[in-house]
């Protein structure tokens, strides 16, 4: 079974919209979740953590994620997108190592 | 500026051939791993390394080997080319064991083999 499963693999959205991208866990692994973000043509870099504590999590560039361990899900939200967050979002979880969801593709429209 | 730093950004191989990339890192993190990227599977772990003279496999090891001579660099090397390696990879370290802290990732190199 996937440890992690991302549950769109794009999303289109207008400028300036609500944006959720819905990631899922196994619940046999641990809790401790990431959302990444991969721009064209570069790597990963980190946007938020849940490792503890409250859950909701607010991270870089206006972007926050509720953990919510009943429906062991992780999404990740922003309230008004800009067309610089077009990119590729990864959920990720720890199962003795990092397990990286399959991506979502977030387009951000004028 | 401080982080990971892969090379080369891009090659080509023929099918067979060998090659290693590069991976150095200059924030003194002990955990280190290669991650490989394939469209609509999003990052495999190949190999991860928890200090210096320790390795291990991850999820998709073969046909790939790795070494951690020193905590700064942990090169990952393609023994013989095949087709289903074309790829891109990722190096990535953290401070704490798998990542927990948040990776920093190099840039990656992008690989085709024909």
Known sequence: ?110 | NAGVTQTPKFQVLKTGQSMTLQCAQDMNHEYMSWYRQDPGMGLRLIHYSVGAGITDQGEVPNGYNVSRSTTEDFPLRLLSAAPSQTSVYFCASSYLDAGIDGYTFGSGTRLTVV
């Not at chain 1, 641990?30 to 991969?38: K, M, N, T």
């Open chain 1, 1 to 110: 079974a996937q440890s992690v499963t991302q549950l769109d693999s794009q999303v289109p959205v207008f400028e300036e919209a609500p944006v959720e991208l819905r990631c899922n866990y196994s619940s046999s692994v641990s809790v401790y979740l990431f959302w990444y973000v991969q721009y064209p043509n570069q790597g990963l870099q980190l946007l938020l953590k849940y490792l503890s504590g409250s859950t909701l999590v607010k991270g870089i560039n206006g972007f926050e994620a509720e953990f919510n361990k009943s429906q062991t899900s992780f999404h990740l939200r922003k309230p008004s997108v800009h067309i610089s967050d077009t990119a590729e979002y990864f959920c990720a979880v720890i199962l003795n190592d990092m397990r990286f969801g399959a991506g979502t593709r977030l387009t951000v429209k004028p």
